[in-house]
T-cell receptor, first 112, second 115 residues
């Protein structure tokens, strides 16, 4: 799987929007962009994924650059419960058998 | 509804002991994955099952690591002759073959400490 680059950490104030960037300049045409997050002492949980178009769900929005070499996870109003490590992952195709290749992720700290 | 469960949640082993870690996936999930997460790192893939078939074991770090899923449901990850470098959180995840994105559902993990 192609590599992703994320900042090690970011800070946000509660109830403000958060934009978490991810660079993936070597993405291939069949790679999907997945985001997972891991709260303290828990397993990772799925946040959102996309291929080319921007995506929205109840948790977040995903903005994908036109050339697909970068993407941004957007939390519209950060809460204290959003403090977690956020992983940007490229996954070949959409096959259930494809494992996730995690990088170091971005540790998001939310200040009250 | 019930998610992925793992047991035990914590395991302390003396170096050289054998351990067995259990994963109960979400009922009906065909795909099952094991990951290893060292302290401060992201999870790393160990092995993948589709039903009872182990289709990918390329991530198992040595022949001391063995995983099985004999009836296509519960899975066990066994580590023989544990070493200190095996200390990590072992995560299990399951997913369905259909569905957009085939998201993986993770259990809480088993934290293994080898003394």
């Amino acid at each position: 799987d192609a590599k992703t680059t994320q900042p090690n950490s970011m800070e946000s104030n509660e109830e403000e929007p958060v934009h978490l960037p991810c660079n993936h300049s070597t993405i291939s045409g069949t790679d999907y962009i997945h985001w997972y997050r891991q709260l303290p002492s828990q397993g990772p949980e799925y946040v959102i994924h996309g291929l080319t178009s921007n995506v929205n769900n109840r948790m977040a929005s995903l903005a994908i650059a036109e050339d697909r070499k970068s993407s941004t996870l957007i939390l519209h109003r950060a809460t204290l419960r959003d403090a977690a490590v956020y992983y940007c992952i490229l996954r070949a195709g959409n096959n259930a058998g494809n494992m996730l290749t995690f990088g170091g992720g971005t540790r998001l700290m939310v200040k009250p | 509804g019930a998610g992925v469960s793992q047991s035990p949640r914590y395991k302390v082993a003396k170096r050289g002991q054998d351990v067995a870690l259990r994963c109960d996936p979400i009922s009906g999930h065909v795909s099952l994955f094991w990951y290893q997460q060292a302290l401060g790192q992201g999870p790393e893939f160990l092995t993948y099952f589709q039903n009872e078939a182990q289709l990918d074991k390329s991530g198992l770090p040595s022949d001391r690591f063995f995983a099985e899923r004999p009836e296509g449901s519960v899975s066990t990850l066994k580590i023989q002759r544990t070493q200190q470098e095996d200390s990590a959180v072992y995560l299990c995840a399951s997913s369905t073959p259909e569905g957009l994105g085939s998201e993986q559902f993770f259990g809480p993990g088993t934290r293994l400490t080898v003394l």
